[in-house]
């Protein structure tokens, strides 16, 4: 740590290591529901428990976005951050409107609007401590006077973020425009802009990692942001596909959202051939592994998982089925989740001094039973999936039927996310198993280019 | 390409990307209207837009297929099942489904009458909205367009008579009293009557069997009793149906598939293998079918 003002990172870490623990206890719930029948049907039925786990999971990601990017954003700028008291009332603010809107959950206050059930007090709230903490990232960029390109697409993605959030809080009376603007916030964010943050990220760390040339990574991540936005902003036509508007979002969706996978198997390939160049500089083969791992299972979750159904002609047949679930746990998992335990398992070394630079033993069997766990999850949802299209859709076999002929699958799945759940526990024990000690190393950092001293190259 | 080109093509790629998206847009919203019905978005749709809200719908079904996959998709629920079947399921869903045999149930809701008949029409709604044909077949509950698949070995292997405690059900159907609902027990002797209903009619629009479909019977019997053309004896839509079990021949449906010189090929053994009350309760069934 070379910044004292870093140590916020570590109270952001622990409040997401939490909530990711709770987001899996109403996943593994909701599995058990899967098999049925259901003990708790009147207390805690499936609607509440399934909103739970998807509202979890955004907090917390967003939770360590924020903490990775106040540990990124003193050493790119080389200061101390504006104001530390800000970022912990922030923290505060967020992490109370996190628990006071699961509580809600229990008594079903919220909007009932996919992914976007806070109500709107808690909306708000989001929307207070995202200003906040941007004008306090903009303020210390700003006092320090150094942008780097690396941190340009960190703080564009997560100011996208919050601009993005706006159409969320509108009301509409129609119900097929009200689908329509959410996906404004909802895919926009998870297939553009979080995608900018993942790519700032996963540039700090390849370069920190591999010692790979500062100026070749920033390239190649502007390249990757590009691609990305062509492919994901005509991309949000894939959730245009049946829901009452124009005909022609079906072609747009079906080439646009083929192209998506361009940018992600860039990024692997970036992630790759930055290792491959610098044969392995830096000591933290744990954070390696979660860098290059988020790399290489975005490919797979997002980019090829998205495409197997994302053709209208396919998609006709496997819109609202298990199959989107599929997709959606592999790549919410390699995208977010990992490069959020990517950063986590960069940055603790320094903020917990006891442990080992390396990362432990239970690190690297937290990162491989994570991966097989979901590695299989992705699998049980992708058959009883692919089971459900043909008795369901295909054959006119009744829902219920079906899911009694797939219930097997659920089986696989809730044995699955034990595995996964394990390796999940064993990384929040590993987290919390060192004390922190805010120690500033005084060492000098080499010289960093700037976002305009790079421009005028 | 150097880093400069390279955060060119970043912007460039965005701006246009983003310009194109916007007229998209822009253009999408002088088409929701129509493509939507919105003059049909009456105050009862609003109550129900509400009520699915309210109640968090969106967390087990789907709508227009987005939503959670815990429950059926419900686009077009209102040309599958009658008014009358969703306001007896939205009263208490339990009448019509067994947690022990389907291992899940939809939990009994919190709903006022006008919540339930505004979800109704919210639902009827949505399921006219022009949404590119979706879903290109039918989205059933339960029961099957494929006759047999949803029965139990022994009832394919034809060993029921008649229905009973004893009777083993097939997997997806729930074990009833004459306490139920009448749609429901109708509902439960469509699958298990001897030879079962359900064999020959699937209630998928344009799925014909053995017999014709009997998706929508209740609304087209309506307008066959109304029309000059018809000479039968039953004056309304319940004794229509009736007839239709117990005398087939009564009733036919063109075409050389179905009947030949006058004689339905439909079993005519009803009239005396199902006792009255079942028949009612069968007809109710039918007549929930809009």
């Given at each position: 740590?070379?910044?004292?003002?870093?140590?916020?990172?570590?109270?952001?870490?622990?409040?997401?290591?939490?909530?990711?623990?709770?987001?899996?206890?109403?996943?593994?719930?909701?599995?058990?529901?899967?098999?049925?029948?259901?003990?708790?049907?009147?207390?805690?039925?499936?609607?509440?428990?399934?909103?739970?786990?998807?509202?979890?999971?955004?907090?917390?990601?967003?939770?360590?976005?924020?903490?990775?990017?106040?540990?990124?954003?003193?050493?790119?700028?080389?200061?101390?951050?504006?104001?530390?008291?800000?970022?912990?009332?922030?923290?505060?603010?967020?992490?109370?409107?996190?628990?006071?809107?699961?509580?809600?959950?229990?008594?079903?206050?919220?909007?009932?609007?996919?992914?976007?059930?806070?109500?709107?007090?808690?909306?708000?709230?989001?929307?207070?401590?995202?200003?906040?903490?941007?004008?306090?990232?903009?303020?210390?960029?700003?006092?320090?006077?150094?942008?780097?390109?690396?941190?340009?697409?960190?703080?564009?993605?997560?100011?996208?973020?919050?601009?993005?959030?706006?159409?969320a809080l509108l009301h509409y009376q129609n119900y097929t425009v009200a689908i329509f603007y959410r996906w404004w916030t909802i895919h926009l964010w998870v297939e553009g802009v979080w995608e900018m943050i993942q790519g700032g990220l996963m540039a700090y760390l390849l370069i920190r990692l591999s010692g790979a040339d500062r100026e070749v990574m920033e390239k190649w991540l502007y390249v990757i942001v590009g691609l990305v936005f062509i492919a994901g902003i005509l991309g949000t036509a894939h959730h245009y596909y049946w829901i009452g508007v124009p005909g022609y979002w079906l072609p747009i969706g079906g080439v646009f959202s083929a192209l998506e996978p361009v940018a992600l198997v860039g990024m692997a390939m970036y992630a790759y051939s930055a290792i491959r160049r610098s044969g392995l500089s830096h000591p933290n083969g744990l954070a390696l592994h979660w860098t290059v791992g988020s790399a290489v299972f975005t490919m797979f979750g997002a980019g090829l998982l998205g495409v197997a159904h994302t053709l209208p002609s396919v998609n006709k047949w496997t819109h609202g089925t298990l199959i989107t679930a599929m997709h959606g746990h592999a790549a919410f998992y390699g995208a977010y989740v990992m490069i959020v335990l990517a950063i986590i398992s960069y940055a603790l070394p320094a903020l917990c001094p006891g442990r080992s630079e390396k990362g432990s033993a239970l690190g690297y069997w937290a990162f491989w039973l994570q991966l097989g766990g979901m590695f299989g999850m992705t699998l049980a949802f992708a058959t009883a999936g692919i089971g459900q299209v043909y008795l369901e859709r295909i054959m006119g076999l009744g829902y219920l039927d079906t899911q009694l002929k797939i219930q097997i699958h659920f089986v696989m799945l809730t044995a699955t996310a034990s595995l996964f759940t394990i390796g999940v526990g064993l990384f929040i024990y590993d987290f919390f198993r060192y004390p922190p000690q805010f120690a500033v190393r005084s060492d000098a950092e080499p010289e960093l280019p700037l976002l305009g001293a790079a421009a005028s190259n | 390409m150097n880093k400069r080109q390279s955060r060119f093509f970043a912007i460039a790629c965005t701006a246009v990307a983003g310009a194109l998206f916007l007229g998209l847009t822009v253009n999408s919203h002088a088409q929701f209207d129509k493509l939507t019905n919105a003059h049909n978005i009456t105050a009862e749709v609003n109550v129900g837009n509400k009520a699915w809200h309210d109640n968090n719908c969106i967390n087990c079904h789907t709508l227009f297929g987005e939503g959670a996959y815990y429950a059926p998709d419900l686009t077009k629920i209102t040309k599958l099942r009658g008014e009358a079947y969703l306001k007896a399921y939205l009263r208490d869903p339990s009448k019509f489904y067994d947690e022990q045999k389907h291992r899940r149930l939809m939990p009994k809701?919190?709903?006022?009458?006008?919540?339930?008949?505004?979800?109704?029409?919210?639902?009827?709604?949505?399921?006219?909205?022009?949404?590119?044909?979706?879903?290109?077949?039918?989205?059933?509950?339960?029961?099957?367009?494929?006759?047999?698949?949803?029965?139990?070995?022994?009832?394919?292997?034809?060993?029921?008579?008649?229905?009973?405690?004893?009777t083993p059900l097939p997997p997806g159907a729930r074990p009833t009293t004459s306490a139920d609902d009448p749609i429901a027990l109708g509902e439960n002797m469509f699958r298990s009557a001897n030879p079962a209903c359900v064999a020959c009619h699937s209630i998928s629009p344009g799925v014909n069997l053995a017999g014709p479909s009997l998706a929508g019977v209740s609304a087209r019997t309506e307008a066959l009793l109304a029309s000059p053309a018809y000479t039968g004896q039953a004056k309304d839509v319940a004794g229509y149906l009736r007839e239709a079990v117990i005398a087939p021949s009564a009733h036919r449906v063109p075409g050389d598939m179905y009947s030949a010189n006058g004689v339905s090929f439909m079993p005519s053994n009803y009239g005396k293998d199902v006792k009255p009350e079942q028949l009612e309760a069968l007809v109710a069934y039918l007549s929930s079918l809009k």
């Open positions: 740590m070379r910044y004292k003002s870093q140590s916020v990172a570590y109270w952001y870490f622990a409040v997401a290591m939490a909530l990711f623990g709770l987001q899996l206890v109403f996943g593994l719930l909701s599995a058990a529901k899967y098999l049925g029948p259901d003990p708790l049907i009147n207390i805690l039925p499936f609607d509440v428990t399934k909103m739970m786990h998807t509202n979890l999971l955004i907090v917390w990601v967003l939770t360590g976005f924020m903490g990775g990017t106040y540990w990124v954003v003193p050493e790119e700028s080389r200061t101390e951050l504006y104001s530390v008291k800000l970022a912990y009332v922030q923290l505060v603010m967020w992490t109370l409107m996190g628990v006071a809107t699961i509580i809600g959950y229990f008594f079903r206050y919220g909007t009932g609007n996919k992914l976007l059930e806070q109500p709107l007090p808690s909306k708000l709230v989001i929307v207070i401590v995202m200003l906040m903490f941007l004008y306090n990232i903009g303020m210390t960029i700003r006092r320090a006077g150094r942008l780097t390109t690396t941190e340009g697409v960190l703080l564009g993605g997560l100011g996208l973020a919050a601009i993005l959030y706006v159409p | 809701q919190d709903l006022s009458e006008a919540d339930i008949s505004g979800l109704i029409a919210f639902l009827e709604w949505v399921s006219n909205v022009d949404n590119q044909g979706w879903p290109p077949r039918p989205i059933l509950v339960s029961g099957a367009t494929l006759p047999g698949s949803t029965f139990s070995e022994p009832q394919q292997a034809g060993k029921t008579s008649d229905v009973s405690a004893t």
